[in-house]
């Protein structure tokens, strides 16, 4: 039983909330049961593993945790990524929100069979944060690391850049598979040059009068739900 | 120019970050320049406006908000609550998270002509976070208050209840307007009588080996960006 904060487990958990200290060691960290399920489920081993009350004191787990108070269980796993791939995947660049990075995540488990590829400037998806957007998806679809040049390398692939105006509505655009689905950051939206490199550009249309445009997030969850419906599985 | 923490403009706006304080006087802070522009360009005139280095000390203004450093400017404004209606609008039941009221409310802005309304136990929208989720759609297309009953009171009003699974698919569902989507929380879903009392249910079709479901904002914006499109907006 660990009963001293200054135990080299408790230490190494702490470490790991620093990005470039997560990427050096390559590891991750998921609070709470149903994070640490999900890693399991997905085939991965725990590198360490935690339980309030078993293998330490329950108020020493709630101080390295990010939930805080309550937290029953920690579990450090080894991050692993995918290859890009896929009949239906997304590429992001420069998503910047861990939050957004996790949330596409989950939809893209739900919605397509390719991973989502994090291109520059985008969020570590290993962090607390896009961990739990993702509700574990991040463990059974890991992501993958790619640059648009090596997106477009993929054979056949439509890309289609999502746009927030100027272009075909995206029920009426043709996109054969594979088709990699591209967003851009929530600000500045997809540099001008990998829009001009993609295959085809969609907008999802909105009330003329109402918001200029949904959130990064809502607008991938949107392209790869009706991409879905329109190869017939939904 | 105010040059001290305890002035009570300043005290006002500390207060203002209790959801029951908030609730009594009726009021919301806008932080930074979108938010307040988005706010005043709604017609929502300002009960305080504290410019940086104007009206107050830059560093007391950074103290009072919750964006930190940098605040240029804070907005105190009176809250507005919209009337239910509209050809599509949305109810939420028990959404307790503000990121997701904020979302939602900004999708709905894009994608319907009515409001979200908030039944029981959802988070405050007029929240800090929920406001900056909504990107100022909540004032633009403020949100209304109501519970279930009500909205089947709604003439000639199809609800429709979003569930997980067993349902037909979205896209096969006939749903004469006005709709009303129904959504309920992220971990429970709608409770079972809101269901029942439902006129349609549909569902979002998944992978059936990926992400159980989706976060209940990815799937009301799902469900409006459908509406839309089967009403040929899209």
Redo the contacts between chains.
């Keep these: 039983m660990i009963t001293s904060k200054d135990n080299p487990h408790l230490k190494a958990i702490r470490r790991l909330r620093d990005k470039r200290h997560r990427e050096r060691e390559g590891l991750v960290v998921a609070e709470g049961e149903d994070l640490v399920d999900a890693a399991r489920d997905a085939g991965f081993e725990p590198e360490l593993l935690l339980v309030a009350g078993q293998d330490v004191e329950p108020q020493l787990l709630d101080a390295v945790s990010e939930l805080g108070s309550g937290t029953r269980v920690i579990g450090v796993f080894r991050q692993r990524w995918s290859s890009p791939g896929g009949r239906l995947s997304v590429y992001l660049h420069g998503v910047r929100d861990p ?1 957004n990075v996790g ?1 596409i995540v ?2 893209a ?5 390719g991973p989502v590829v994090l291109g520059p400037d985008c969020a570590d998806p290993w962090s607390p944060k896009a961990v739990r ?1 993702s ?1 574990g ?1 991040v463990f ?2 890991p992501p993958a690391r790619a640059d648009f040049d090596e997106v477009l390398a993929f054979p056949g692939a439509t890309t289609l850049a999502m746009v927030p105006r100027d272009a075909p ?3 009426d655009v043709e996109a054969e598979p594979p088709v990699v689905v591209c967003l851009g950051s929530e600000r500045t939206g997809l540099p001008a040059d990998v829009i001009e490199r993609c295959s085809r550009r969609a907008s ?4 003329p009068s ?6 990064v ?2 607008a991938a ?2 392209a790869l ?2 991409l ?2 329109m190869a017939g ?2």
Excluded: K, P, Q, W
Aim: proline fraction near 0%; hydrophobic fraction near 50%.
């Design positions: 939050g949330t989950r939809a488990h739900g919605l397509a069979d957007a509700m998806s059974a679809r509505a995206l029920a999802i249309l909105l009330n109402g918001a200029e445009s949904l959130n997030a809502m969850t949107v739900y009706e879905n419906r599985h939904a």
